[in-house]
C-alpha cells in the first residue's frame, strides 16, 4: 500500500528553528513535494526533491533520503505568518499520481 | 499569468441532488488534477485529466465524474449528494503532469450537502 506519514501537529516559538518531518512508503518514487496550506487558502508548492540531499529556498530548506524512505522540511526564523499546515507529497507509481500526507499543523506562538 | 480559477467558490445542496464544479487552469497547462478535502483526511485524489482524457483515477465511487474540454478546463460533477460529500474540492493544474511538474492549486469550491 502507499502511506505517507507526518506529525499531525507541532508548535514553535517565533524566531526560532522547527523541522517537519516526512516517512513514506510507496510503490515507486519520482520525487517529493512540501506545500504550505493557511488556514481556508488553497496549498502552495513550497520545494520539490528528487535526488538525496538537502534543497534550500531562503528560511526554507526541504531534506529527502530515499533509501530511508525520509524526507523533512526546516523552517527558520519563524515568524508568525508563517503558522498554517504544511503538506507532503509523493510522486510516485506508474502513473506519476501524488500520494499525499494527512498534513502538519505549525502553531507559532510569540 | 493568471493563477488557477474555481467557480463557484461556495455551494450548499441537499441530500439527492448533483453539482457540478468548474476548473480553470493556468494558461498553458493541460493536467488538471482535482482533491477531496476534509479536515484531519489530508487531500484525496480524485482523478486527473491531460488532453482531453482521462489519466489517473483515485478510489472514489462512480458518482463522482468529470471530464476535460479542449481549452484544457476541467469540469468535476458528483451525482446524488451524500452528506459526507461535504469538503473543499480543489483543483490544480500542471503543465504536463510530469514527474517533476508542479500542480498549482486553485481557491477551491467549499461544497456543503444538507
Known amino acids: 500500500g502507499q502511506n505517507i506519514d507526518q506529525p499531525t501537529e507541532m508548535t514553535a516559538t517565533e524566531g526560532a528553528i522547527v523541522q517537519i518531518n516526512c516517512t513514506y512508503q510507496t510503490s515507486g518514487f519520482n520525487g517529493l513535494f512540501w506545500y504550505q496550506q493557511h488556514a481556508g487558502e488553497a496549498p502552495t508548492f513550497l520545494s520539490y526533491?528528487?535526488l538525496d540531499g538537502l534543497e534550500e529556498k531562503g528560511r526554507f530548506s526541504s531534506f529527502l533520503s530515499r533509501s530511508k524512505g525520509y524526507s523533512y522540511l526546516l523552517l527558520k526564523e519563524l515568524q508568525m505568518k508563517d503558522s498554517a499546515s504544511y503538506l507532503c507529497?509523493?510522486?510516485?507509481?506508474?502513473?506519476?499520481?501524488?500520494?499525499w500526507g494527512a498534513g502538519t499543523k505549525l502553531i507559532i506562538k510569540p | 499569468k493568471a493563477g488557477v480559477t474555481q467557480t463557484p467558490r461556495y455551494l450548499i445542496k441537499t441530500r439527492g441532488q448533483q453539482v457540478t464544479l468548474s476548473c480553470s487552469p493556468i494558461s498553458g497547462h493541460r493536467s488538471v488534477s482535482w482533491y477531496q478535502q476534509t479536515p484531519g483526511q489530508g487531500l484525496q485524489f480524485l482523478f486527473e485529466y491531460f488532453s482531453e482524457t482521462q489519466r489517473n483515477k483515485g478510489n472514489f465511487p462512480g458518482r463522482f465524474s468529470g471530464r476535460q474540454f479542449s481549452n484544457s478546463r476541467s469540469e468535476m460533477n458528483v451525482s446524488t449528494l451524500e452528506l459526507g460529500d461535504s469538503a473543499l474540492y480543489l483543483c490544480?493544474?500542471?503543465?504536463?503532469?510530469?514527474?517533476?511538474?508542479?500542480?498549482?492549486f486553485g481557491p477551491g469550491t467549499r461544497l456543503t450537502v444538507l
Open positions: 490544480a493544474s500542471s503543465s504536463a503532469g510530469g514527474e517533476a511538474d508542479t500542480q498549482y
Open positions: 507529497a509523493v510522486r510516485a507509481g506508474d502513473g506519476y499520481q501524488l500520494i
Open positions: 526533491n528528487v
